[in-house]
């Protein structure tokens, strides 16, 4: 799991973060298992997993326990986040 606090949640952001945190760390994964968010189906990250050759699985909605070890892992780290972040969480650094 390879986690960044980023200031939103678009599509571009998104790219953003698979190419500079996970492909150019790791190398290119040969499939992804993503939640169906809206930057996850738009058209510029089926662009980029298209031109590398990475298959996009999503989980299917409504059922958590097809991404359980992710959905621990988030439930994990937003406790451990609210108890480091100030109390109005505005300060994440």
């Not at 960044?4 to 599509?11: F, G, L, M």
């Not at 298959?55 to 909605?61: E, F, G, Q, R």
Request: a positive charge; hydrophobic letters at 40%; aromatic letters at 8%.
């Amino acid at each position: 799991v390879v986690a960044k606090a980023v200031r939103d949640c678009s599509a571009t952001t998104a790219v953003k973060f698979l190419i500079n945190d996970v492909i150019l760390k790791y190398g290119t994964p040969t499939c992804i298992l993503t939640d169906n968010g809206t930057h996850f189906a738009a058209q510029i990250m089926n662009n980029l997993f298209q031109h590398l050759g990475v298959t996009h699985l999503y989980s299917t909605v409504y059922h958590p326990q097809t991404n359980g070890q992710i959905e621990r892992f988030n439930a994990t780290m937003d406790g451990k986040i609210a108890a480091l972040c100030n109390e109005r969480r505005t300060n994440w650094d």
